[in-house]
């Protein structure tokens, strides 16, 4: 049984960091992608970073590029998330999102691509 949980959110001020943390358990093999989307209030469910554990390829979105690091760590079950220069809308529950099928990378970042979900993590931006 495939497992995700979340862990590392928490408030920080505006221009502050957190990383993230998500622990993937049940895969029979190491090659699966993983991937972190935020739902802020009011707002759909969007992805922000996407890895594929197999060679470690990443891709993030353009609000968060250059700001955002996803890497694997611990043999690939654990996957963080490096969060930097965090504005009020980054604000928002954080959850990870794991699947086996490897796609195109704009639909990777569609939550309708993912099987497996965590709970999700809470990270409020604010002074």
């Known amino acids: 049984q495939v497992q995700l949980v979340e862990s590392g959110g928490g408030t920080v001020q505006p221009g502050g960091s957190l990383r993230l943390s998500c622990t993937v358990s049940g895969f029979p093999n190491n090659k699966y992608i993983v991937a972190w989307f935020r739902q802020s209030p009011g707002k759909q469910r969007a992805g922000v970073a996407v890895?594929?554990?197999?060679?470690?390829?990443?891709r993030y979105a353009d609000s968060v590029n250059g700001r955002f690091t996803i890497s694997q760590a611990n043999a690939n079950s654990k996957l963080d998330l490096q969060m930097n220069s965090l504005t009020p809308e980054d604000a928002g529950m954080y959850y990870c999102a794991a699947t086996t099928y490897f796609a195109a990378w704009t639909i990777m970042f569609r939550p309708s691509h993912y099987t497996y979900w965590g709970q999700g993590t809470q990270v409020i931006v604010s002074l």
């Open positions: 890895i594929y554990t197999g060679n470690g390829m990443t």
